[in-house]
């Protein structure tokens, strides 16, 4: 291991003055999920179509580092410091987690930046036979009996907490976030008629819809989306909230020399410009969100900031 | 739906050459990824996903599904042989099989396992092409406080796996509910008994405690004896090594018991097989006439854990195929590799693709048999591993073991969980704690607590949400009366000749 480092550093150092660089051996794309979790699809996703376009002269694969929503597999690009043939994927949870959990030492801010690529818009969904017709009649029904209805979601500090957090705090109501650890466990609680309310990809809800078991009411985004022209964003609906978007990107060890930061930004901007990323985003419903290693730097420093707002209003321990 | 034209038509997709290859690729690799501890069906299914790109989505998601349920196939193997569990739905296996082993019926373990799997399995397939559609629906009446009870009930089973001192069975129980608290709380973010280790904030995985207790454990205790330990007897003859028709007499009723209960946990997205073959090994026990035979090598302890893994496999599709909802870590895989394929899975799917989904159905009635004929002439030679002398055997148990654990992680962390396990579980073996009830605690004591504290959020804080619905009602009111057991002097006589 510690000759393995020690070869990249001394890799990284020769190549430093060389004029570009071009990976030389397999690429190790390193994940903070468990397979068929949602970094880990995109990664594979990633590979197949990196390898589809010609955008990488060596074989990319995923490596799965699962553990503590991303701090296990920060740690362990943080640890391959100066290798040039390690990339992660990384999600808002890697600046979310630091900020709630002592034990997560390594942050996004400690790996070089590359690129950010994605951004996962949410829509809210109702069981088709709720009596909620828009997101206003949830509220209100919230208002009523305060505490009682529910919603399905993730952990304290997922997107859908931080939705109803949001909601919450603009509306001066109150609802009960229950946490399920799968994402199939928090549809069936809402299809099971046990909880109220959910914050959905809207691809999974489109089936759900489609077979007359869902409803929409709201997008959690900035602008409707192609497959929901008639769902009101949560602006239009009438609430002032700032939607925090659901983001994806690429990271790297760091102290890596900037030929290499180059490189992998060249990759990702001309993969974001591919035929085959471009309908990889559509079939999701995704949203192409492309930024460089300093744009994302940036993006950084103010995601961090409104989520340790919102979390802290939530009541959640920050400690840092 | 007409079944039977579904089926003819599932049919001829499924016995196409090119297809029928595929679902035999697919159930060779589950079988010996099944046989190796560590790598799962999970890791294999995504490694090869890039591949199935060059395939059409039938044969793909056959080949797919192939690997899921072989798995199951071989994960009874280092079980039985070396008390090394390949995965988590084989640790209930352990407890009769290895046992079995040890009087020199290893091979009799291995055919009932592969014969309860054939059964099983093809039940599960069954159910999944009967009923997936209604049995869907009324699963989604099932969520947390049904959950809790399950789990409750599962617990209670403790008192069925116990050994001679019930206050030993529950002390160990206490350390599994413990060992399961370790990692980050789901509902606060806050970390618990971390000590400050990045590496235990999502908790000790369950297959490093299982192995080092069961294997490590047994190697140590064995390797103490004086005078060395005795090797492990292997009759010669092929006929001597597959299981005898009273073992098959004897399994009867663990089959349909491993068939029925794996196949309705495995419908439920919040259970799993691990907790289906413990449910279903401490049903069998609790009916059979002779429960004092079990854990000494009773085959239908092996029959009943080891069926009902495998009918799970049928089961957790139905959500996974009807619904969308992946109810594990293997159905989340599949699923992503539909949604890359280009299909939309959800309610709509198996109308809308009747040829992806009876075609499945069918290669699984067809992978089933081959399993079924791969795996029983397998026996015999895997059965020869054991005449290996203790000197070479138990270096290679251990080896196994580091191996399959640091495979999963890829972290040395683990490993010296492993061997800080391994330790314990040659403590207790010595002080004659029984390791089956800290293996179930810590199986179901984070679902158990997951699903206590979400019934409490549903009901704001009402413990009456447990009992005022039916299903729980009744789970719970099961869960009580075989606590209540030992309580009863007449019970009580009962189950320490049970133990005997």
């Given amino acids: 291991m510690k000759k393995h480092l020690l070869c990249a550093v001394l890799l990284a150092s020769s190549t430093a003055f060389a004029q570009g660089f071009t990976p030389t051996r397999p690429v190790e794309l390193v994940v903070h999920t468990g397979p068929g979790g949602g970094s880990d699809v995109l990664a594979r996703a990633m590979v197949i179509m990196l390898e589809k376009e010609k955008l990488l002269p060596v074989r990319a694969q995923v490596t799965n580092k699962p553990g503590g ?15 040039t043939h390690t990339i992660g994927i990384f999600t808002g949870v890697w600046l979310t987690n630091p900020l709630t959990s002592n034990e997560a030492k390594v942050s996004l801010k400690d790996l070089t930046p590359i690129a950010r690529l994605l951004l996962e818009p949410a829509v809210i969904a109702v069981k088709a036979d709720a009596p909620y017709k828009t997101l206003g009649d949830f509220v209100n029904a919230a208002k009523q009996k305060p ?21 919450q705090k603009a509306t001066g109501t109150r609802w009960q976030f229950i946490s399920f650890p799968g994402g199939g466990e928090r549809i069936a609680a809402l299809l099971g008629g046990h909880v109220n309310m959910m914050v ?36 239009e609906a009438g609430f002032n909230v700032t939607p925090v978007p659901q983001v994806r990107g690429v990271v790297a060890p760091p102290g890596i020399p900037r030929e290499n930061v180059a490189y992998w930004e060249g990759v990702f901007k001309k993969l974001s410009q591919t035929e085959s990323w471009k309908k990889y985003v559509e079939d999701n419903q995704f949203e192409d969100a492309y930024q460089n290693a300093a744009e994302l730097t940036k993006f950084y420093e103010e995601f961090s900031n409104q989520m340790r707002g919102i979390l802290q209003e939530a009541g959640v321990k920050t400690v840092r | 739906m007409d079944v039977l034209a579904g089926l003819m038509q599932g049919f001829g997709v499924a016995l196409q050459p090119l297809n029928l290859l595929w679902c035999f690729v697919g159930v060779v690799l589950g079988t010996v990824i099944g046989v190796m501890p560590g790598l799962g069906p999970p890791a294999t299914i995504a490694m090869l996903l890039p591949l199935t ?65 054939f059964i099983a399995g093809t039940v599960g397939v069954l159910g999944l092409m009967l009923i997936a559609p209604p049995l869907a629906r ?12 399950l789990m409750a009930l599962g617990l209670a089973m403790v008192v069925l796996l116990g050994g001679e001192s019930m206050v030993k069975a529950l002390l160990a129980t206490l350390v599994g509910l413990w060992l399961a608290g370790i990692g980050t709380d789901l509902f606060s973010q806050t970390s618990r008994f971390t000590f400050g280790r990045m590496e235990l904030l999502s908790g ?18 064995n390797m103490h004896e004086r005078g060395g330990a005795q090797a492990i007897p292997v009759p010669r003859g092929v006929r001597n090594l597959l299981p005898t028709m009273q073992d098959m007499k004897d399994s009867r009723f663990a089959f349909v018991n491993g068939s029925v209960i794996g196949f309705f946990i495995g419908v439920l997205p919040g259970a799993g097989s691990t907790i289906a073959s413990f449910i279903s090994y401490g049903v ?23 069926g009902a893994n495998n009918s799970e496999t049928g089961g957790a599709l139905v959500p996974m195929l009807t619904l969308g909802i992946p109810g594990s870590g293997t159905t989340a895989v599949l699923l992503a590799a539909l949604v890359l394929w280009g299909f939309k899975p959800g309610p709509l799917f198996i109308s809308e693709n009747p040829a992806m989904f009876w075609g499945l159905v069918a290669s699984m009635y067809i992978g089933n048999v081959m399993l079924l004929i791969l795996n029983l002439p397998l026996v015999p030679l895997f059965a020869q591993v054991l005449r290996a002398p203790v000197y070479v055997l138990y270096p290679v148990i251990l080896g196994i073991s580091v191996v399959g654990v640091y495979s999963t992680s890829g972290s040395l962390f683990d490993v010296w969980l492993l061997a800080g396990f391994g330790l314990l579980g040659y403590l207790m073996r010595k002080l004659d704690f029984p390791s089956a009830p800290l293996v179930l ?60």
């Fill in chain 2, 138 to 149: 009324v699963s989604l009446a099932f969520s947390s406080p049904e959950y809790f009870a």
């Fill in chain 2, 204 to 221: 000790i995985d369950f297959v490093v405690v299982a192995i080092g207790i069961f294997a490590i454990g047994e190697v140590l205790a």
């Fill in chain 1, 69 to 83: 929503g991303g701090v296990v597999a920060a740690a362990y690009l943080a640890e391959k410091k100066g290798e």
């Fill in chain 1, 147 to 167: 505490g009682e209805l529910k919603q399905s979601g993730g952990s304290i500090t997922s997107r859908d907490n931080v939705v109803r957090q949001q909601l």
């Fill in chain 2, 53 to 117: 790109f060059l395939m059409n989505p039938a044969s793909a998601i056959i080949m797919l599904a192939g690997i899921y349920y072989g798995a199951k196939y071989g994960g009874s193997t280092t079980s039985i042989l070396l008390n090394v569990p390949g995965e988590s739905a084989s640790v209930a296996t352990c407890i009769d099989g290895y046992e079995m082993a040890k009087k020199g019926r290893a091979g009799a373990a291995l055919g009932i396992a592969a014969i309860a799997s």
């Fill in chain 2, 441 to 500: 605690g810590l199986v179901l004591g984070g679902a158990m607590e997951r699903a206590l504290r979400q019934s409490l959020m549903m009901s704001d804080g009402h413990l009456s949400i447990l009992v005022s619905r039916p299903v729980s009602a009744v789970m719970l009111s099961l869960a009580v009366l075989i606590l209540l057991i030992p309580l009863f002097g007449k019970f009580n006589a009962w189950r320490l000749k049970a133990l005997k």
């Fill in chain 1, 200 to 235: 959905i990809e809207p691809n999974e809800a489109g089936e759900h819809i489609r077979a007359g078991n869902m409803r929409v009411l709201a997008q959690v985004n900035e602008t409707r989306l192609a497959a929901f022209p008639n769902v009101p964003t949560l602006k």
């Fill in chain 2, 284 to 306: 069998e026990k609790a009916v059979s006439k002779h429960p004092e035979k079990f854990g000494h090598g009773a085959v239908e302890g092996v029959a009943a854990p080891e």
